[in-house]
């Protein structure tokens, strides 16, 4: 089965300052992936996916991401953050089974302003 | 409706007692999932129901969670003599197919958050 990992639970930032999250996935073959993010008192939406193609993708409010297969990684990625960039990130993976997406613990992301 | 709707949104139980929690799904999505979100332990899968067919009930924790899904819409998921252990945030999510294929984004309810006392 596959896992994945990330490795900041919580990071806190200035605005304006570079974002990377990291996010790696335990799995060899084809994955699909995703970044899901929660604004405080909201639900999980999707902030980007990547299914096959470009490995860098954007998504939405500036974010992007870059999947590395070579390193099972598909780190998140902003240049610039604000303080509404506050949330938690979940990375997911979904390698095809029944389960659907296999989701990280997350990252706790505050934006000091 | 316009998206997924769960209820209730909050709900305080007694340990030993049985809650149900509510799940309406996007109109015309087939595939519906229900995970737990626990603090600092991110989502954990507990079942998946497409269509008619069986679900998949490989994430149940234990023989006291069950869940169904009425005439291929609205689904129900039942935890049976409660304990503290299932204070959590569960939740709901529905896709036009298998999750994380091609457009089988999943898309979330706003989750039940159980406390048990």
């Known amino acids: 089965a596959q896992s994945v990992s990330q490795h900041n639970h919580h990071v806190i930032l200035s605005e304006a300052a570079s974002l990377e999250l990291g996010c790696n996935y335990s799995y060899g073959g084809t994955v699909n992936l995703f970044w899901y993010v929660q604004y405080p008192g909201q639900h999980l939406q999707l902030l980007l996916k990547?299914?096959?193609?470009?490995?860098l993708v954007k998504g939405i409010k500036g974010f992007e991401a870059e999947f590395i297969k070579s390193k099972f990684s598909f780190n998140l990625r902003k240049p610039s953050v604000q303080w509404s960039d506050t949330a938690e990130y979940f990375c997911a993976v979904n390698a095809g089974g029944a389960d659907g997406l296999t989701f990280g613990k997350g990252t706790h992301l505050i934006i000091q302003p | 409706g316009a998206g997924v709707s769960q209820s209730p949104s909050n709900k305080v139980t007694e340990k030993g007692k049985d809650v149900e929690l509510r799940c309406d799904p996007i109109s015309g999505h087939t595939a519906l999932y229900w995970y737990r979100q626990s603090l600092g332990q991110g989502l954990e899968f507990l079942i998946y129901?497409?269509?008619?067919?069986?679900?998949?009930k490989s994430g149940l924790p234990s023989d006291r969670f069950s869940a169904e899904r009425t005439g291929g819409s609205v689904s129900t998921l039942t935890i049976q003599r409660t304990q503290q252990e299932d204070s959590a945030v569960y939740l709901c999510?529905?896709?036009?197919?298998?999750?994380?294929?091609?457009?089988?984004?999943?898309?979330f309810g706003e989750g039940s958050r159980l406390t048990v006392l």
């Open positions: 129901f497409q269509g008619n067919s069986a679900p998949d």
């Open positions: 999510a529905s896709s036009l197919g298998l999750a994380g294929v091609g457009t089988g984004e999943l898309f």
């Open positions: 990547y299914f096959s193609g470009d490995p």
